[in-house]
């Protein structure tokens, strides 16, 4: 199994692809939508990076403003739609139709955060979304996104399918030196490459949980 650390460390994505054995399962089974909080909306400008811990400070209160005034979304919620209509279409599991939310990444956590009578939980989280850039002089700026999606049964608390977009650049993010292509007319441009990195995420998280 090939293991993909994230955030210097601080997650950890194993790819395990649901199995035949419990596939056969789902069927009528209520799976519950659970979403991770996402952690902070990053906005590395040009400097930051040079500032130390302050940097970090001030990449995080970027962010969050540019997020919160621009109406920025967590696509988490859409990735977890997307997979619970292949549970329900393929498998047959029933998706039930309230969507919760967890403080964190922790099994028992995203378990208690189901409805009663869920017998699986669908775990979706934001890992990581930004404006970044590599810190060199002249490095452009681009939209990066990561997230995990995890499958969690919820009488044993195994996760029995996990999957996630660790993503490298391909050359068809878009890419500018100039920060304020990004922000400008309420982060478009971030809401429409979030959107492409989300639709790439979806596939190969897709592919690595429940294949296909």
Not at 34 to 63: H, N, S, Y
């Amino acid at each position: 199994m090939v293991a993909a650390a994230l955030l210097a460390g601080c997650t950890i994505i194993e790819p395990s692809q649901l199995t035949e054995a419990v596939a056969a399962q789902l069927r009528g089974q209520p799976v519950a939508i659970v979403i991770q909080a996402p952690p902070t909306f990053g906005a590395m400008k040009r400097g930051d990076v040079a500032l130390g811990p302050l940097g970090i400070v001030l990449m995080a209160e970027q962010g969050e403003r540019l997020r919160k005034q621009s109406g920025i979304q967590d696509p988490a919620s859409d990735i977890a739609t997307a997979l619970g209509d292949v549970l329900a279409g393929r498998h047959g599991a029933v998706m039930l139709p309230d969507v919760s939310r967890a403080r964190d990444d922790g099994i028992a956590t995203l378990v208690a955060a189901a409805p009663p009578g869920a017998r699986y939980v669908l775990a979706v989280g934001t890992l990581q979304w930004a404006i970044a850039r590599i810190p060199v002089p002249h490095a452009p700026y681009n939209v990066q996104y990561l997230a995990r999606a995890r499958l969690v049964d919820v009488r044993t608390s195994a996760v029995v399918a996990e999957g996630g977009c660790l993503q490298m650049p391909d050359g068809t993010e878009v890419e500018s030196e100039d920060y304020a292509r990004f922000t400008a007319n309420d982060a478009e441009l971030v809401k429409t490459e979030l959107a492409r990195r989300v639709d790439r995420c979806l596939h190969v998280i897709q592919r690595d949980m429940l294949g296909g």
